[in-house]
């Protein structure tokens, strides 16, 4: 089973307007880390917002924030008032565990937002 | 630049040569991993070490992959007898693990392209 599903292969979205990208995991482990990561068409991979499981609150951080429902293991990405800059790869992953065992990250297939002007 | 960085960016090759790509973490970094990144997936693990010692190999590392960090600074990725299934994006990423209360999060380099012809 895939443990990190992101069933939007791409996305459009208008200059100016929010737009949330899905993510959905499977674990059974009660101590994991939730990341998105986006990945612009230079190819670095660019760290954007954390949520770890045991957080009471959902991250925010400046314009993204993490819409976490954990019965439903789901870690949408909402991105508010997008910029044409935004137009990316978007990339959820998950660390299981608490780091100590390698801290290893499972990425999505990832979503292609497209910002349109 | 106080980044991941990895080089060379590109490397063409024709099947069945050796191929060497190498990764300067951030500097004090203590973890360094491998991800092999193929056109339009998102990045697959492959390896990562713990100052110089590597604790954890993916099914994806055949014999053919070998990984070093001799010092526990930078890392090299071998490839030996190159396949036209190796073209992909090879992603370097470090951390900096101090405990269960750090996020993990993974500091990434912008990869190094290969394409075996």
């Known amino acids: 089973a895939q443990k990190i599903t992101q069933t939007q292969p791409g996305m459009f979205v208008q200059e100016k307007e929010a737009v949330t990208l899905d993510c959905t995991y499977d674990t059974s482990d009660p101590s994991y880390g939730l990341f998105w990561y986006k990945q612009p068409s230079s190819g670095e991979m660019i760290f954007l917002i954390y949520q770890g499981s045991y957080d009471q609150q959902n991250a925010t951080e400046g314009r993204y924030s993490l819409n976490f429902q954990k019965a439903r293991k789901s870690a949408n990405l909402v991105i508010s008032a997008s910029q044409l800059g935004d137009s990316a790869m978007y990339f959820c992953a998950m660390r299981e565990g608490r780091g100590n065992a390698g801290n290893m990250l499972t990425f999505g297939g990832g979503t292609r937002l497209m910002v349109k002007p | 630049d106080t980044g991941v960085s990895q080089d060379p960016r590109h490397k063409i090759t024709k099947r069945g040569q050796n191929v060497t790509f190498r990764c300067d973490p951030i500097s004090e970094h203590n973890r360094l991993y491998w991800y092999r990144q193929t056109l339009g997936q998102g990045p697959e693990f492959l390896t990562y070490?713990?100052?110089?010692?590597?604790?954890?190999k993916s099914r994806l590392l055949s014999d053919r992959f070998s990984a070093e960090r001799p010092k526990g600074s930078f890392s090299t990725l071998e490839i030996q007898r190159t396949e036209q299934g190796d073209s992909a994006m090879y992603l370097c990423a470090s951390s900096d693990w101090t405990g269960p209360r750090n996020t993990g999060e993974l500091f990434f380099g912008e990869g190094s392209r290969l394409t075996v012809l």
């Open positions: 070490f713990q100052n110089e010692a590597q604790l954890e």
